[in-house]
């Protein structure tokens, strides 16, 4: 375990507070100063200063910032509710007050140095015609050493615990990295005939099988043992946190890995962004802004997590071999006999290749052919999938088709305080079609020939 590593980025961190708070306020100064706020000097000046504002990170989840939305053409006020929270993750709620109910998603985010805002253009998206909840995963160095431990097998087991706190017959959104567990979760839930297995799930840009097409992610995750990711990136979270000397791996290290595979493109943001500001003409400099702001927001990993992970998903690849374990049970996607899958991959996506989420299909080998559906967006990376125009006008009207498709009927037109109760779901409909059957067999039987 490098045990320096935190402590000197925070050291670093809090020395750069000074100058980022100096850039701030020289840039309200000079917003302000008459006569020469709006000329070229002053915009050359503050463009510079808005980079050394920015260069510093946030540990902080910032705001979803979803205050309404547009359902069949009426703008509809959005709170948030926690419904179920946990030392390391809330099970989050964007309630809109509607008479008729919409189908339930669980929008699984990823864990992997960002919070679960990466995904509010996702959310945004979906708002309009599902009634969304998310997994808010909360950032390691704000949970005591009492807490426990997070691994594998927790992640999974949060997302089985939400499945049944939103009820039978949801449905399952998971993008990158959480495919793997959302799928051990159906999984373990089929095998158990949990009533509350959802409807369909939707996998989306995910390492399911790595050995397909591997990536640069890929062959770094395997270039070194996992005893060497333990010794060189694993760190300890300093004092003055909740979280004090809770192994981790550190957001900004992750960060920094990711940065690192596009630093030609980000180096080219930057300098377009000093451009755009300079010139006066700040809708895509406020754009960039605002991205990075979001994208500088990290989130540490519990050591646990990350070395499982890297371990059994990227280096043994336990899913596709049907050796992966949760607890002591192994992980059987052929046990999925009722929830629809859709996998989605991208076409220039270099963290998650075209090959890779498919390979589910062939997992769930226990799902009918018409309940499986795949999609390869061209023209988009590994975000594009998930958010941008190519999200909102082409791959999201397939995902909310495969939702709506796989509503029970039942659901659709029950009264509104009726939608989360367990009264009538897609497995009782199922059963009363069995029951049916059975009994039409038994009398054809005993005519009389």
């Not at 992640?155 to 009820?167: A, L, P, Q, T």
């Not at 299909?361 to 975000?383: E, F």
């Not at 509104?416 to 199922?430: F, K, N, S, Y």
């Amino acid at each position: 375990m490098n045990l320096l590593a935190y402590s000197t980025y925070q050291a670093l961190a809090d020395l750069m507070k000074l100058w980022r708070s100096a850039a701030s306020f020289s840039r309200v100064a000079v917003a302000t100063w008459p006569g020469l706020a709006g000329g070229f000097d002053a915009r050359y000046l503050d463009a510079w200063w808005e980079q050394i504002e920015l260069a510093g990170l946030s540990h902080a989840r910032p705001p979803f910032g979803i205050d309404f939305v547009e359902v069949d053409g009426v703008r509809t006020l959005v709170s948030e509710d926690i419904v179920k929270r946990t030392p390391f993750a809330s099970l989050l709620h964007f309630r809109k007050d509607l008479a008729t109910p919409q189908p339930r998603v669980l929008l699984i985010a990823p864990m992997s140095g960002h919070f679960a805002t990466l995904l509010r253009g996702t959310v945004r998206t979906m708002l309009a015609d599902h009634d969304v909840y998310i997994t808010d995963w909360h950032n390691p160095r704000d949970v005591p050493l009492a807490a426990g431990r997070f691994g594998f097998e927790e992640y999974v087991e949060h997302i089985m615990s939400f499945i049944r706190r939103i009820g039978p017959d949801a449905h399952l959104v998971a993008i990158c990295q959480p495919t793997v567990a959302a799928l051990a979760a159906v999984s373990l839930m089929a095998a158990d005939n949990e009533p509350a297995q959802p409807a369909s799930m939707t996998l989306m840009a995910g390492p399911i099988d790595c050995r397909v097409n591997p990536t640069k992610v890929n062959d770094l995750a395997n270039s070194q043992p996992i005893e060497w990711f333990e010794r060189n990136l694993i760190s300890a979270v300093p004092g003055g946190f909740p979280g004090a000397h809770r192994r981790v791996y550190p957001g900004f290290v992750q960060l920094s890995a990711f940065m690192s595979m596009n630093l030609e493109r980000h180096v080219a943001s930057f300098a377009e962004m000093r451009h755009e500001r300079s010139k006066g003409d700040p809708t895509k400099a406020d754009a960039l802004n605002t991205f990075y702001r979001e994208y500088f927001a990290t989130s540490d990993l519990t050591a646990e997590f990350y070395l499982e992970t890297v371990r059994t998903v990227f280096q043994q690849y336990e899913l596709p071999l049907g050796k992966l374990k949760v607890g002591e049970r192994i992980v059987e996607p052929h046990a999925i006999r009722h929830t629809a899958l859709l996998t989605i991959e991208g076409e220039k996506d270099d963290i998650c290749s075209v090959g890779q989420t498919v390979a589910a299909h062939d997992l769930c080998s226990g799902l009918r052919p018409y309940m499986k559906t795949h999609h390869v967006q061209t023209g988009v990376g590994h975000y594009g999938v998930f958010n941008g125009h190519r999200w909102d006008s082409q791959i999201y009207p397939l995902v909310r088709s495969t939702i709506h498709d796989h509503e029970p009927r039942a659901r659709r037109t029950a009264a509104p305080e009726a939608v989360h109760g367990d009264q009538v779901t897609l497995r009782a409909l199922l059963e009363a079609e069995a029951h049916a059957a059975t009994a039409i067999s038994r009398a054809a039987a005993t005519q009389p020939k």
